[in-house]
Structures are given as C-alpha cells and as structure tokens.
C-alpha cells in the first residue's frame, strides 16, 4: 500500500531481515543477538511483518506477535502485540508510521484480533492511534539494611535456592498459573523460556548470572550487581500466586545480609511496605507506563472480563474507526452484555480512554477531570470508576 508521500508499505519478506535489524539498530540504538531475533521471528503470524520502502531502501517497518492476553476475571483474548515500528530519521514527519499502522490494524482486524498491544517507546505517540496505557510500573528500592518486618507478618518458609535451568518445568508451572490470575499477563511460549533461562551476557546489562528463588506457588529471578563494597540484587520477575509465596519470597530477598538494597519493578500499590516497620525502605525511584491497549472488538472485549459493579451504559467511542461506534453495556453480576447501539450516549470517550481504563488501573474520574471523557452527569461517571475496578493489580507479563 502507498503511503501519501510515495513510500510502499508491503509485507516483510526474509530477503528484508537485515535491513530491519539495520534500522532497529539505528533507531533504538542497540542490536539485538541474532538468536533473539529469531525467537521474536517465531511469533509473527503470516503477514504479521510490514515495511515501508522507498525504492529499494527499508526506511519503516513494524510487526505483530500472536500473544494471548489476560483480562480481569481470568479470561484470555487473543491479542496482537504490536512491536519494533521504526521509520528512519531520514523519513520522518512523512506518513510513514500512519502508513504502516493502518496496514498493521487492518491486517489483524482480517484476522479477527479483538485487541491489540504495544510498549511505547515514545509517550507522546500511539494516543492518537486509539491506543492508551494499561497498566503502569513503578521501580521500587528497597533499603535492605533497615528493612524490618512487623511482628506480625508470618514467616511461611518454603523458599529454596536453585539453579534456574535446573527448574524450567517449575517456574513455567507457577508463571501459567500467575499469568492466569493477572490482568496484563501474557502466555509465554517455550522458545521465550528458553531465551530467558538462556541467559545471554547481553540480556546481563552489567549484571551478575541469572539466580533463582523457587516457592511452590511462586519464584523470583535476580541478579546481583555492583562491586565488592556495594552490591545489590536486582529482581528480574517475581510471580506469586499467594500471599504467602509472596511474603516468603521477600523474606528472603531481604534476608541477604550481605547485600544493600534490593530493586524491582512492580504495579502500584505493591504489599510490601505494608509488611514493614518502616514503610520508607521501600522508595519509588521511578515510574512509567507499561502496556498500551488498543480496542478494535468492543462487544467482544468488554464481554470478556469481569465488572466490580452494575451499570446500563451508552458508551460513545470515537477516533474515526470503523471499529469503533455507539454500544450499550450492560452489567449484572460481573459478567457484561455489549452490543451496537442508536440510544443517546451516557458517555462519550475516546478509543484511547477505552484501552487505559480496561485493565482497572486508571480512573474514569481522572479522564472526565482531564476533559477527556464526557458524562450525562457526575453519576455515571463515579459508576465508570467503580464498574472497571479490579481487585488484582494490572501487570504486563513481559517485555515485547
């Protein structure tokens, strides 16, 4: 398909490998190991892959993984994680992302994805291409040396210390049940595992080897880093299916007297400083979106998860898509019914709003503030917030 400027967007063909990684490269600054490119590759559907070529030069090129998405109550979509969208800084400004995009949606609409996902690079982009993020992450640091529990948090045990290749079977059993229970939690395929347990020096980032902490219902990969006078660990994943597994597994991060403080990314509202004397021991340094969701099956979607609340709603979605309209929603008991509607719209928000109040971690009441969604009064508005609540924390299941 030609873009406005002239530039072909076509399908990704082997022969243009090379020059995807060459732009990648150039525009994320960094390479990824041939290895990995090939385990990404595994997870593009046919004709997931596009590029925009000017003449003979790959100047753009995105894809698609086929990844399967949990939601809250447990349910499971299909999704299309959207992923490595480069245009070359020769060519910006040119159409040539909106090219690829649109190429992109349309292809995963054909092959009925009722919602696609991205990580953004770059915030200030993908709203105006109806997606909105998801889920959020914070970047914790927790002060070992002064981190105490309260007298009351119970001591499960049940950790033990273990070699991570040696546990493969193990840390996919409790990472599916994780995964089944977390909204923002992704399948992983088994070439992903063999890529992480792999252990490239290059996935290091400074860091020591892959480590691993192994509970029945939950386990943590770390690293340690730093030098003789200051080391630290730093949590790669830590999955926990129970309260218990999770208090466990923190109990003996923090129980490593000889390390200083102890780094993780986790959703907001984390446990943990509420098991401690001194709730500052855990300082936020960081935070930042995580999953993007874009909404391309409204009726499908919106059925599939569960609600915290009742609410008949009118919902008015908009960004000029085809796959968006006017749907009335109707929840009873958790479970919704969504289908086209002419009735006068309760609310009125965009395709972007949709994706960022799915997975419960944003407000209703923070958009319609932000004159970014519109009510027929303050009402409907607080039954939004309490309807799309979720009890479980999203989480992006991991990086794509």
């Given at each position: 398909?030609?873009?406005?400027?002239?530039?072909?967007?076509?399908?990704?063909?082997?022969?243009?490998?090379?020059?995807?990684?060459?732009?990648?490269?150039?525009?994320?600054?960094?390479?990824?190991?041939?290895?990995?490119?090939?385990?990404?590759?595994?997870?593009?559907?046919?004709?997931?892959?596009?590029?925009?070529?000017?003449?003979?030069?790959?100047?753009?090129?995105?894809?698609?993984?086929?990844?399967?998405?949990?939601?809250?109550?447990?349910?499971?979509?299909?999704?299309?994680?959207?992923?490595?969208?480069?245009?070359?800084?020769?060519?910006?400004?040119?159409?040539?992302?909106?090219?690829?995009?649109?190429?992109?949606?349309?292809?995963?609409?054909?092959?009925?994805?009722?919602?696609?996902?991205?990580?953004?690079?770059?915030?200030?982009?993908?709203?105006?291409?109806?997606?909105?993020?998801?889920?959020?992450?914070?970047?914790?640091?927790?002060?070992?040396?002064?981190?105490?529990?309260?007298?009351?948090?119970?001591?499960?045990?049940?950790?033990?210390?273990?070699?991570?290749?040696?546990?493969?079977?193990?840390?996919?059993?409790?990472?599916?049940?994780?995964?089944?229970?977390?909204?923002?939690?992704?399948?992983?395929?088994?070439?992903?595992?063999?890529?992480?347990?792999?252990?490239?020096?290059?996935?290091?980032?400074?860091?020591?080897?892959?480590?691993?902490?192994?509970?029945?219902?939950?386990?943590?990969?770390?690293?340690?880093?730093?030098?003789?006078?200051?080391?630290?660990?730093?949590?790669?994943?830590?999955?926990?299916?129970?309260?218990?597994?999770?208090?466990?597994?923190?109990?003996?991060?923090?129980?490593?007297?000889?390390?200083?403080?102890?780094?993780?990314?986790?959703?907001?509202?984390?446990?943990?400083?509420?098991?401690?004397?001194?709730?500052?021991?855990?300082?936020?340094?960081?935070?930042?979106?995580?999953?993007?969701?874009?909404?391309?099956?409204?009726?499908?979607?919106?059925?599939?998860r569960t609600y915290a609340a009742d609410a008949?709603?009118?919902?008015?979605?908009?960004?000029?898509?085809?796959?968006?309209?006017?749907?009335?929603?109707?929840?009873?008991?958790?479970?919704?019914?969504?289908?086209?509607?002419?009735?006068?719209?309760?609310?009125?928000?965009?395709?972007?709003?949709?994706?960022?109040?799915?997975?419960?971690?944003?407000?209703?009441?923070?958009?319609?503030?932000?004159?970014?969604?519109?009510?027929?009064?303050s009402r409907v508005v607080a039954t939004l917030?309490?309807?799309?609540?979720?009890?479980?924390?999203?989480?992006?299941?991991?990086?794509?």
């Open positions: 398909m030609p873009s406005p400027t002239g530039v072909l967007v076509r399908s990704a063909e082997d022969a243009d490998w090379p020059a995807i990684v060459l732009l990648a490269a150039t525009c994320f600054g960094s390479f990824r190991p041939p290895e990995a490119n090939d385990m990404w590759r595994t997870l593009i559907p046919a004709g997931g892959a596009v590029v925009a070529c000017d003449a003979d030069d790959v100047v753009g090129s995105a894809y698609y993984l086929d990844l399967q998405l949990t939601v809250p109550g447990g349910a499971v979509l299909p999704m299309a994680g959207v992923s490595w969208v480069c245009v070359a800084p020769t060519h910006r400004r040119r159409g040539v992302l909106r090219a690829m995009l649109t190429e992109l949606h349309g292809r995963m609409a054909a092959a009925s994805y009722p919602v696609a996902g991205l990580e953004a690079s770059e915030g200030g982009i993908y709203t105006r291409f109806g997606y909105g993020p998801a889920s959020v992450v914070e970047t914790l640091n927790v002060d070992r040396r002064g981190a105490v529990f309260l007298d009351g948090v119970p001591d499960p045990g049940g950790v033990r210390v273990v070699a991570p290749v040696d546990h493969r079977d193990r840390f996919e059993e409790v990472y599916e049940r994780w995964r089944l229970r977390t909204p923002g939690g992704l399948f992983t395929p088994r070439s992903m595992w063999d890529e992480v347990l792999g252990d490239r020096e290059v996935s290091r980032h400074g860091g020591g080897p892959l480590m691993a902490l192994l509970h029945a219902d939950g386990f943590a990969l770390y690293r340690i880093s730093g030098g003789r006078d200051r080391k630290s660990v730093s949590v790669v994943k830590l999955a926990a299916v129970t309260d218990d597994a999770y208090v466990a597994l923190w109990r003996t991060l923090l129980g490593m007297d000889l390390m200083d403080a102890v780094t993780i990314e986790a959703p907001p509202g984390e446990l943990l400083p509420y098991l401690l004397t001194d709730a500052r021991r855990v300082g936020v340094t960081g935070r930042e979106d995580g999953l993007w969701l874009r909404i391309l099956d409204v009726p499908t979607v919106l059925e599939a008949s709603v009118v919902l008015e979605v908009s960004d000029g898509s085809a796959d968006v309209g006017r749907f009335a929603l109707d929840v009873r008991d958790g479970r919704a019914r969504c289908v086209p509607s002419d009735a006068d719209p309760d609310v009125t928000l965009s395709q972007s709003v949709l994706g960022s109040l799915y997975l419960g971690q944003h407000r209703a009441s923070a958009f319609a503030a932000a004159n970014r969604l519109h009510g027929s009064d917030d309490a309807v799309f609540a979720a009890d479980v924390p999203a989480q992006q299941g991991f990086g794509f």
